[in-house]
């Protein structure tokens, strides 16, 4: 017992710096901005896993610890209550009067007939009775002990659960664009984290399109665009050859389909384009991914033209809603498109494709291009780019969303887990371990003294009243 | 839809008049405690748990025939503060009921669950103190404890209207799920008790110290002057035991339930998030207390001590993760 206080003392001790410095596991980019910040303490602080907390050997080893004393402790309690389960309950001590809770008082009845009939009057109740002479011991509430072990199993499962989930299932990130499509396979996805032992081929092969993404926001007041609601309209195929499906997924209402679980998580808008070279020939006509900036949509992108000569790089803002207020720059003043508009600045040299060095698709490596104008459009205008570059027209936006996709076979383990663990907890903290006895003594011509009397080795609320309702059930006879 | 600021208004006043309630509250609580005193002198351990568990515990009660017994008493005799303790105590359900309506009322004016940002989280929290409070002195005497459950309702209303103030107004999407009213309301009733076990787990550590004094034959400390008129420590000990351990797996649900939540709304169970880790922190503290309730060497004080540990991690994962740290749970409306 007190091994495991001091574990669990050094597991909450441990839980601590987690929540303190950024996690890699949940905000990367958080991380490496701190490791920006603080050059001197950051590598420090890594070297500790500071950043991997829970991912961390010496985090580990404490649970692993816990794991290793909660076994050692509930395999031998378990033999012993199996034991106890199957045993009678002591013989009644020689003194009732010196227990927590003692009645007696005279009577005439028969002693083997107060016995008898008090014997089956209690196991009635529910009590373990063993019957002596001229006394009764009954036992109750052995199910606290079988709650605790089976809450500290419950942990046991929940964490073989976790490891296990965690070990075979993925979890990816996508994002799609409205009318736009994903099918399951390693290389559509935007991000992959498998587990240690997944394997590429336990990939379903479903696929979904999204036909349609909504957003609303709350219009005036002091929560003036926070956002209200959010639904994606998929057409799912659970398998290549099936009927495809028409399925609404919202946040907090996944799509779940073969095992896997396809989750909103985010949206945005691509502004459409359509650019041609200087002979005319369409050389891009897609729309582009622009990732938000701010609360209310101000979305940066770029779009790389790498069919020209030179090469041709758009770079620039997209604002759902603009201002005429252009002192802080480009900005977008609420979230839903109501009177949209792109910023560009266009480049014109080498894109850098060709270096070998991946390359991110939100951002413009204009090291070695120059910068040739700037521009700002609405939906359905052109611009005709300097320098001989073409024209670019803006022709309106999709909107995307991004999802979360994972696989997770050892979820169901773990709320199973978690359901036993709170059933065991209520049994062993809610139900009292008691006893209780009886015992007749003659006491001459007046007849017999009765005494019943209880204990609780825990301490009991409501075990005054529970031994005077048990001892109210023993045969009375000065009733008569 | 839109909000009704009609009822919005109504829910505000009824917050200002639960406060105005409560105050009043606390006044006649804090006279009725200067004025009250224990009948006995405080006394040393072994004398004191007899005296204390009176008929329930190592008596014999000789009877002709058994009959129900009537039910102990854990209060203290207030004398001249009596009055001014009922006075309190019904002060004290008015100022509940109408935080209670206030809360319905903030929850008709946005059409929606009442508890989606910390404004009414902390007014569900001062509720759930003051019900959890009027609820367990139906069959008791607390009056005593009345002061040190309306200091913290208080405290925690006077941050919500000054602070924590959001309009109401919808939910976002994250929020909306049923499991927000499940979760949450766990969540709340929990920190409402977890607050009551934390005073009566405080105040044991005062009695405590206080017979200690008097069992080292030292002279009455400045303990004495509240111990004399609250239940002797080991009385204080066991209602804090009970409301910790009735609580745990309620609080234990609650986690689970996030989780569950969770992995509908993020898709995934379990992240680590702060607001999550400081969950788990403030579960494995309450199950280290309940370890050393059962652990020899740990019982009493420093038992006593881990749990206000774990209450101070509650009110660390309330205020200052929901505030001050960047997470998914990034719905405080501030
Ligand atoms: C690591 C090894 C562990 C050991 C050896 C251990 C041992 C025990 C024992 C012997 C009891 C019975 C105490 C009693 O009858 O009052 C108990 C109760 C309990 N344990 Fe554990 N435990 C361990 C881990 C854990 C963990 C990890 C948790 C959860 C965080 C936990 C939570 C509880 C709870 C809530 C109780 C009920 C306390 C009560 O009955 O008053 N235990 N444990």
């Known amino acids: 017992m007190r091994v495991a206080l001091i574990l669990l003392f050094l597991l909450a001790l441990a839980s601590v710096p987690g929540s303190i410095f950024p996690q890699r596991g949940t905000s990367p980019l958080r991380v490496s901005e701190f490791l920006k910040d603080n050059p001197t303490t950051g590598p420090i602080l890594d070297r500790f896993y500071m950043f991997d907390v829970f991912a961390s050997p010496w985090f580990a080893s404490i649970y692993l610890l816990l794991f290793i004393s909660l076994t050692g402790c509930v395999l031998p309690r378990a033999l012993e209550h199996y034991k106890e389960l199957r045993s009678q309950p002591p013989a009644a001590p020689r003194n009732l ?7 007696e008082w005279k009577s005439n009845a028969a002693t083997a007939l107060v016995i008898s009939e008090t014997a089956t009057a209690w ?11 001229d006394w009764l011991s009954a036992e109750k509430g052995y199910s606290r002990e079988t709650g605790n072990l089976m809450f500290h199993l419950a942990l046991l499962v929940l964490l073989m659960a976790v490891g296990f989930g965690g070990a075979v299932g993925y979890r990816g990130t996508v994002i799609v664009r409205e009318d736009s499509g994903f099918a399951n396979n390693v290389t559509q996805y935007d991000t992959f984290a498998p587990g240690r032992i997944f394997s590429a081929d336990q990939l379903p092969p479903f696929s979904f399109e999204l036909k349609e993404f909504a957003a ?49 998580v985010g949206h945005g808008y691509a502004p459409q384009f359509t650019i041609r070279d200087a002979s005319g020939k369409v050389v891009y006509e897609d729309a582009a991914v622009f990732l938000p900036q701010d609360s209310a949509f101000t979305s940066s992108g770029v779009v790389k033209v790498p069919d020209t000569v030179p090469q041709l790089g758009i770079q620039g803002f997209f604002l759902p809603t603009v201002t005429n207020d252009f002192s802080r720059g480009p900005k977008s003043v609420f979230p839903a498109a109501d009177d949209p508009e792109v910023y560009l600045s266009a ?32 939906p359905g205008e052109t611009w005709t780019l300097p320098n001989s570059g073409g024209t670019l027209e803006f022709t309106g936006y999709r909107q995307w969303a991004s999802f979360v996709i994972t696989k997770d076979p050892g979820k169901g383990w773990a709320l199973g887990a978690a359901i036993a663990s709170i059933v065991g907890l209520s049994l062993s903290l809610l139900i009292p371990r008691r006893r209780a006895w ?11 003294l009765i005494e019943v009397a209880g204990l609780s080795k825990t301490e009991a609320p409501g075990l005054a009243d529970e031994i005077l309702q048990l001892a109210k059930l023993v045969n009375a006879p000065e009733e008569k | 839809m839109t909000v009704n600021e009609t009822l919005a208004q109504a829910s505000n006043a009824m917050v200002y008049g639960s406060m105005t309630a409560f105050t009043g509250a606390m006044a006649a609580f804090s006279i009725s405690l200067a004025n009250g005193r224990r009948l006995e002198a405080i006394e040393v351990s072994a004398e004191r748990a007899s005296a204390s568990h009176q008929v329930r515990m190592g008596s ?16 203290q005799d207030l004398g001249e503060g009596r009055r001014a303790g009922n006075i309190g105590m019904s002060l004290t359900w008015l100022g509940t009921l109408l935080l209670g309506a206030g809360i319905i009322f903030r929850g008709l004016s946005a059409g929606r669950v009442p508890i989606g940002n910390m404004y009414e989280f902390s007014l569900a929290g001062g509720f759930a103190v003051g019900l959890t409070y009027c609820l367990l002195s139906l069959t008791r005497d607390l009056r005593w404890l009345g002061l040190f459950i309306t200091i913290p309702v208080l405290l925690d209303l006077g941050l919500a209207i000054t602070v924590l103030y959001t309009e109401s107004a919808q939910l976002v999407p994250a929020l909306n799920s049923y499991w927000l009213a499940i979760h949450v309301t766990a969540a709340v009733v929990c920190l409402g008790a977890f607050t009551m076990g934390a005073a009566l787990s405080c105040l044991y550590l005062v009695a405590q110290a206080a017979e200690d004094r008097a069992a080292a034959g030292m002279e009455p400390g400045r303990s004495a002057a509240i111990a004399q008129r609250i239940p002797s420590a080991d009385r204080l000990d066991l209602m804090a035991y009970r409301i910790h351990a009735f609580m745990f797996p309620i609080w234990t649900f609650a986690v689970i339930a996030g ?46 001590y881990v749990a206000i540990a774990g209450y ?23």
């Open chain 1, 97 to 103: 009067s010196r227990l927590p809770v003692h009645l």
């Open chain 1, 123 to 133: 196991k009635k109740r529910g009590w373990r009775v063993r019957q002596g002479e």
């Open chain 1, 216 to 264: 609303t926001f709350q219009r005036g007041g002091q929560q003036n665009g926070a956002p209200r609601e959010f639904r994606a309209e998929l057409l799912v195929k659970d398998d290549p050859k099936a009927e495809p499906r028409a399925v609404t997924v919202e946040v907090n209402h996944p799509l779940r389909t073969s095992g896997i679980t396809v989750y909103l």
């Open chain 1, 347 to 378: 480049y014109q040299g080498d894109l850098g494709l060709d270096s070998g060095m991946p390359q991110s698709v939100y951002r413009l490596d204009i090291k070695n291009m120059k910068r040739i104008g700037i521009e700002e459009l609405a």
């Open chain 1, 438 to 448: 009886l015992r007749v003594t003659a006491a001459g011509d007046s007849g017999s």
């Open chain 2, 60 to 75: 014999t009660a000789t009877l002709d025939k058994p009959a129900v017994s009537t039910s102990v008493s854990d209060g």
């Open chain 2, 259 to 304: 989780a569950i939540w969770a992995e509908a709304a993020w898709g995934r169970y379990w992240g680590w998030d702060p607001k999550e880790t400081w969950a788990f922190i403030t579960w494995v503290i309450y199950a280290a207390y309940l370890h050393a309730r059962a652990t020899a060497g740990w019982r009493g004080k420093k038992a006593a």
């Open chain 2, 312 to 334: 101070a991690a509650i009110l660390f994962n309330y205020f200052i993760v929901n505030i001050f740290v960047q997470g998914l749970h990034s719905y405080s409306g501030l």
